[in-house]
């Protein structure tokens, strides 16, 4: 044995720059991709989905037909301040509905169908009392992610806000002296006539975590996965004999049984795929059953859970056996650092910077989020995320597979085979 200090390898330089460079760009990622990505999502956002639904039938003032409602839409969709911010989509209130109901809107703003009437009705009715006002209803979606539906509350309950104080303008230059004749109280509540109401748009039950329970349910798939990839890694190299095990005091070793790095992955694979049976169960089990998590669609529910742990697990596994004792940070930026801030879950993708929108295209997280989202809230609708959800883990499966399985076979061709660590010393020292 020697006699050199163990602590004397501190003061070797490799060991502080190599590790140093490891751990800075690691903390330099981490605050770039969670900071970064949330540090102003006002001054990001762009083109974020809001119903606009005119359901105004109008009425006849002075022998002319009159909608406001319309007046109010047009305004609305041309007004410079949510130009790009905020994509008003006009359409009815059915598919207003069912778009709430996917998540393909973060808000909407409905215009009643007495809105015309019960204005115009203020002109005439001050003088007889307290007249009732038209109500400009704005809906939130906290289904589709709580901070873009706050988002969409506030730009649209602005809106609303505006057109009240614009309606207030016209029927103050279409009232002239008559309104001067008012009292006070009539003409301040004409001045901005409408009230503006805020409702839930797609309610939902009282254990969903304000609609954020999708969200870490799909982080704890991604997480099961990941790191039981690195478990699965290491206990498959020490059943194989390429390493120790070290439980507690106790090094524990077992014969080498050689096998190919395709082989290695193809058993570590399979074990992935068989335990994730369990994992999906426990997770499901653990939030539904012990915690109480709202839910419905429990087989499906299932389902998807073992192959979101099942692709994530393979996917890690894929990059541990490629890139080797540095995979783990590749695989902890990959499904942890750059999956989080683009998860389309606590700030909405139109409310990110370019870069992070790039990245949730292909990032798993947001892609299983989805999946969990239209399960656990949408009633399981296919194109509330859950038809992009299977096809994305599919298409990873397949990356995962012929990256992994490509690459560790050209390193088998290549004659890079691995070499047990006991065998090391023997071979590579000089003879006496």
Known sequence: MSGIPPFRVLRAKPLWIANGVITGVL??????????????????MKNLPVGLVNADKGAAVGGKQVNLGAQISKSIEKSDASAGKIDWKVMGEKEMKEELGQGKLYGALVI?????????????????????????????????????????RTATTQAAENASLQVGKELHAQGGARQTKLPAAARVLLADPAAVTVKDGHPLDSHSGLGLTAFYYALVLVVCGMLSANVISGQVDHALGYTHNDMGPLRLHRPLIRATR?????????????????????????AVGLMGMDASHLPLLWLYSVCAIAVTGIGALTLLAVFGTPGMLVVTLVFIGMAVPTANATTPLQALPGFYRFLAEFEPLRQITGGIRSILYYDAQADAGLTRGWLMMAVGLVAAALFGFGVLGWYDRKGLHRIPAEAEPEEMAAPA
Do not use: K
């Open 27 to 44: 903390a330099l990622l981490f605050t770039v991709f969670y900071v970064g990505a949330n540090i102003d999502p006002v001054d990001h």
């Open 112 to 152: 009643p169908a007495d809105f015309t009437s019960s204005t115009v009705a203020l002109t005439g009715a001050a003088t007889a009392g307290t007249p009732a006002r038209p109500t400009l209803t704005v809906l939130t979606n906290q289904s589709a992610g709580s901070v873009g539906s706050g988002l969409a």
């Open 262 to 286: 395709v082989q290695t992955l193809a058993v570590a694979a399979t074990l992935m795929a068989g335990l994730s049976l369990l994992m999906g169960t426990l997770v499901m089990a653990g």
